[in-house]
């Protein structure tokens, strides 16, 4: 696997272009080099939105169809490089080689859905009060749009913001997050090696403290679609709607799991270590808070506590790897400093560095699992994206759940039973915006909206036919011939 430099460089108005300052972007497994990124500005912004808004006439003009020819092409050149696209994910942002594969292949897959969108109902058609009257609805695009993603799905998430844009009319100006913009640039490049006509996809990288912010203020961007941390998201907001743009924001999780007494224990150890662990559990869905009746609570931390320990931590390219390492440095000292003040309120095991075994040039850490800490603690309050867990034994379905709507955020959650009159329950009263029944917190098919309630989002869900009211905007039509 190689990148060049034009695996790493700005997309604007149909060019590939370097910038004046570059960035390093480091595997966070070994320490070394992966690319130089192009540190964008916000005149490069300014360029690249001034491109997307020129092309926007002659692309929304297009027949969906003909939009839809570029997403195929697309999916079909990055799905025939699935291998060499997952081994620069796991070298650029640590995830284990078999899970990049799983989402390289995805996003493909997400690429095809939205092609498919060309063909499925824009609008619907209703029967009017007056006879001879057609009455229905139509979709336009909703413009010139802004994307901002972060680095824990470099492939899926540019993929399912990319995908219904484009096909839907709008032109794009993206902002892939630095620690992973290089293996996001592949799906801009298969667009543009499919012939996307110039400045319907520009793609500027560098700080979102300078080119983000620059994108969500820009007076010609319509519309702002984020995925990233709670509180990014909250400050995009305030400046988004100073010039009124439609906004869609999908935000930090703290994902809760309930394990009632009738579940089957062993199958509910193996759903929650691979919900919290995968991705170093740097997932917007892992779960974090895991509530356990009484009766089955030895049982359960007990296989959770061994699972844990037992984890192969590792390089992510080298066989065997269960979980990688963390995305930097910085990421894994904040998780350390969180689970060192956590620890101190209850009892931890793993949670600590690892240097040993060759581990020593990368960001490891082991797998934490929390108990006996108070449920009004800092990490059963506020996300902690890393691999950590926290577990509290609960009395009943009512008391789980209290403590389980008890947060702030409402992305996903997961209850372990094989009582169908609970299950259903939970599902009408837990405040998620994903419900899971005997399944892991995180996970999300391609074809069916994906978002969070509460602070965990705002706007639109994403995904499936949902992604249709973020990417339009609808009229009402009242079709009435002229008398004759
Ligand atoms: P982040 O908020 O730090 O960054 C996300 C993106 O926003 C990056 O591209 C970043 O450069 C940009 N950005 C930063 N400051 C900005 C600003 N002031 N203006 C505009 N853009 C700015 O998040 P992250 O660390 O990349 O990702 C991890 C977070 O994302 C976690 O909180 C996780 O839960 C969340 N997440 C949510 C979902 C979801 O669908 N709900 C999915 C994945 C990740």
Redesign the pocket.
């Known amino acids: 696997m190689t990148t060049t430099k034009s695996d790493a460089a700005l997309l604007i108005d149909g060019t590939w272009e370097e910038a004046e300052a570059t960035t390093e972007d480091r595997d966070p497994g070994t320490g070394e080099v992966v690319a130089e990124l192009p540190r964008g500005s916000a005149d490069d912004v300014d360029r690249a939105v001034s491109a997307a808004r020129r092309a926007f006439g002659e692309w929304s003009a297009l027949a969906a169809s003909a939009r839809a020819k570029y997403l195929i092409a697309a999916a079909d050149a990055l799905e025939s490089d699935v291998e060499d696209w997952a081994r620069l994910m796991c070298r650029e942002m640590g995830k284990p080689l078999a899970e990049s594969k799983i989402e390289c292949a995805r996003a493909a897959a997400i690429l095809r859905f939205f092609a498919g969108e060309a063909h499925r109902p824009f609008g619907e058609h209703y029967e009017s009060d007056n006879a001879g009257t057609w009455l229905f609805t139509r979709r336009q695009p909703t413009g010139v749009t802004g994307i901002?993603?972060?680095?824990?799905?470099p492939a899926a998430?540019p993929a399912w913001k990319l995908a219904p844009a484009l096909v839907f009319g709008n032109t794009v100006v993206a902002?892939?997050?630095?620690?992973a913009a290089v293996t996001s640039l592949r799906v801009a490049r298969a667009l543009y090696d499919a012939g996307l006509p110039k400045g319907v996809l520009n793609v500027v990288t560098?700080?979102?403290?300078e080119?983000?912010?620059a994108?969500?203020e820009h007076p010609e961007i319509d519309a702002i679609s984020?995925?990233?941390?709670?509180?990014?998201?909250h400050?995009?907001l305030q400046?988004a709607s100073k010039s009124a743009k439609k906004v869609q924001l999908?935000?930090?999780?703290h994902n809760p799991v309930i394990v009632r007494r009738d579940a089957d224990v062993p199958a509910a150890v193996a759903a929650v270590a691979l919900g919290a662990f995968a991705s170093a559990g740097?997932?917007?869905?892992?779960t974090r808070r895991i509530y356990v009746n009484r009766a089955v609570y030895d049982d359960f931390a007990g296989g959770l506590s061994e699972r844990a320990r037992d984890l192969v931590v590792g390089y992510g390219l080298d066989e065997g790897t269960e979980m990688g390492p963390l995305?930097n440095e910085a990421?894994l000292q904040g998780v350390l400093e969180a689970l060192e003040r956590a620890a101190k309120e209850g009892n931890m095991q793993g949670g600590r560095r690892l240097t040993d075994d060759g581990l020593d040039k990368g960001c490891y850490m082991s797998p934490a699992v929390l108990t006996d800490l108070p449920h009004d603690s800092e990490f059963a309050s506020d996300?902690v994206?890393g691999p950590a867990v926290a577990l509290w034994p609960v009395d009943g379905d009512d008391e789980a759940l209290e403590l389980a709507n008890r947060t702030t955020y409402g992305?996903s959650a997961a209850i372990f039973t094989r009582d169908l009159n609970a299950a259903k329950s939970f599902v009408e009263r837990i405040e998620a915006g994903i419900v899971h029944v005997n399944s892991q917190t995180a996970g999300a098919e391609v074809h069916v909206p994906?978002?969070?309630l509460a602070g965990?989002?705002y706007g639109p869900h994403?995904q499936g036919r949902a992604a249709r009211e973020f990417y339009t905007e609808q009229k009402t039509v009242y079709l009435d011939p002229a008398p004759n």
Request: charged share 15%; proline share 4%; with cysteine.
């Open positions: 901002i993603t972060p680095w824990n799905f998430i902002k892939f997050a630095d620690d560098g700080p979102g403290s080119v983000g912010a994108l969500v984020f995925t990233g941390s709670t509180d990014v998201g400050g995009i400046s999908e935000l930090g999780g740097q997932k917007c869905t892992a995305v990421q996300e994206f992305l994906f978002g969070g965990s989002g994403e």
